[in-house]
Every structure is written in structure tokens, then in C-alpha cells.
């Protein structure tokens, strides 16, 4: 059963920018931190973003001052808008719900000329 819906992805130019999106149930959205990963070929999993109920934030090191996450309540689902995008920032986005432990199906980006 399908709980985090990711969507967003795609191919930008090195410099671009791109906003992924993650729809999740209420119960879930209410109840949890939601954040990102990433995954590159052949690298672990990454720390990507975290926003918590309450908006307070925190980023990857390798992110920081370039994406930005975001929550709509209303709407369940969090946002990751990611500006100057690199070729290294290349890989399949995951959204996470923290407390309980749900990840999406990912999303793949590609920054590439």
C-alpha cells in the first residue's frame, strides 16, 4: 500500500531548478516529520532535508543555501525546491516519514547539458 506519493522529477540543465513534491495520507502527514533522501548510483543513501511539524528545518550539508523545504498542511504533502542544481545532485529522490519509518518509490532527477 502506497503511502508517500513522490512527483517532480526530471531532466534540468546544470544551474536549473526543479520542485519535488511528496502527497501523503493525513494521518501520516500529521504525525511525522517528512524529509528527503537521495541515492546515486553505486553511494549510499543521503540526508537530504527534514521539516518537522512544527517547520523548524535542517539540511544536508551538500544542500544547504540551494534547496529548500517546505510543508502545506492543508494539502499533506511537503516540498523540495532545489535551485542551482548540480550534476552531482543527479539521483533518485526518496521522501521519508521519519516516525514512522515510510519511504516513497523515489523520484529520479538528472542535471545534466
Known amino acids: 500500500q502506497v503511502q508517500l506519493v513522490e512527483s517532480g522529477g526530471g531532466l534540468v540543465q546544470p544551474g536549473g531548478s526543479l520542485r519535488l513534491s511528496c502527497a501523503a495520507s493525513?494521518?501520516?502527514?500529521?504525525?511525522?516529520?517528512m524529509g528527503w533522501y537521495r541515492q546515486a548510483p553505486g553511494k549510499q543513501r543521503e540526508f537530504v532535508a527534514l521539516?518537522?511539524?512544527?517547520?523548524?528545518?535542517n539540511y544536508g550539508d551538500s544542500v544547504k543555501g540551494r534547496f529548500t523545504i517546505s510543508r502545506v498542511n492543508v494539502k499533506n504533502t511537503v516540498y523540495l525546491q532545489m535551485n542551482s542544481l548540480k550534476v552531482e545532485d543527479s539521483a533518485v529522490y526518496y521522501c521519508?516519514?521519519?516516525?514512522?519509518?515510510?519511504w516513497g518509490q523515489g523520484t529520479q532527477v538528472t542535471v545534466s547539458s
Open positions: 493525513r494521518s501520516i502527514f500529521s504525525s511525522n516529520a
Open positions: 521539516i518537522d511539524a512544527d517547520g523548524g528545518t
Open positions: 521519508r516519514a521519519f516516525q514512522d519509518a515510510y
